[in-house]
Structures are given as C-alpha cells and as structure tokens.
C-alpha cells in the first residue's frame, strides 16, 4: 500500500515518519527529495541558475540557499518560476522512488512524507492520506519553542498552509499526537493492525 503522509507545520509529522519506519515502512521524504534535485549536475540546478543567475551558485556549483532565498521570498512571481522549476522535478523522482520500492517490497507499506500533500493537490497520487494532526494552540506553542520565533511569525508560517482542521477532516487517518509519546505509538499500532501489516 502506498499512502501519503502530511500534516501542519510543528505538528511532529517527521516523527510520526520515523515511528512508521521502525515498523517496516519505507519512507519517500519530499524534503530529502527536495535537496537531492539541486545538487550540481542536475537539471533543476541548471534551470534555476540560468532563470537567477549564476549569483544563486556557490563557487564549487553547488546552490547558494540563502541568495536564492533573498530573491524569490521577496517576490510572489520569483518563487512560482522556482516551484515551477523544482516541484515537477521533485514529483517525478519521488513517484519513481515510491514505485520502485511497491515493486520491489510486494504487501509493503510505502510512506510518502509530503509537507504541502494538499496544498499542493498531490492527495490522488496515494491510496490514502494519513495527517498528523494537533490543534493550532499546539502548533503555535511548539513552533514558538522549536524556531525561537515570537507569536506574530509563528502565527503568520501558521496561516501560509491550509488549516489543520480542514486536513484532519480530508484525512483517511489522523494520528492525534498533542499527548504522551505512548499514546502517538498506540495509534501508530492500532493503524498497522488494522492494515493488516503486522
């Protein structure tokens, strides 16, 4: 079974990853995917410096982040040629990524880790959507603690994605994780039972 995993940002979507892939599943990380499609040699790195200029490389090839950031966080148009160039790349290598491991691991639980599943209207690539979900205080309190930032920026990074609710309610499975590890594991195991992995 293939399925995607999503959730808000600061929701604990990396652990709940994690906690999957202890159990056996193998995971399809969209992030990881993300830095692999600008290494040199690539042709989204070609692209993205022939549309910014070479001033977006580092002297070894590589990308320069933080100048690319600079011009295309400032810049609505900016950053929808960058997605144009990067997102197309990024779901052609993790659709090859995710099929390849469905042929290779008949009955395996293959997990695709995708920060933006919905915004970016990917939901019926997968046979099911499982969303990491706390409520918004949670998500304010633990990206307040985590990134160091004060309530206005949690808040603001907060509204750039859709709501947790409205993800919780689209979800074929919502592991609530505000409470106690143990109780995020039970849900965990209660999933994989009723998936018939275990």
Known sequence: MIIGLT???????????????HRGALLVDADQVAREVVQPGEPALEAIASSFGQAVLQADGSLNRSALGAIVFQDKASLAKLESITHPAIRQRMQHRIHTYAEQNPGALVVADVPLLYETNQQALYEGIMVVYVPETVQLTRLMERNQMD???????????????????????????SGPLAETERQIDDFWRSQGIL
């Open 7 to 21: 959730g808000g940002i600061a929701s604990g979507k990396s652990t709940i990853a994690q906690l999957l892939a």
């Open 151 to 177: 309530e206005a920026e949690a808040k603001r990074r907060i509204s750039l994605q859709m709501d947790i609710e409205e993800k919780r309610r689209r979800a074929d499975w919502v592991i609530d994780n």
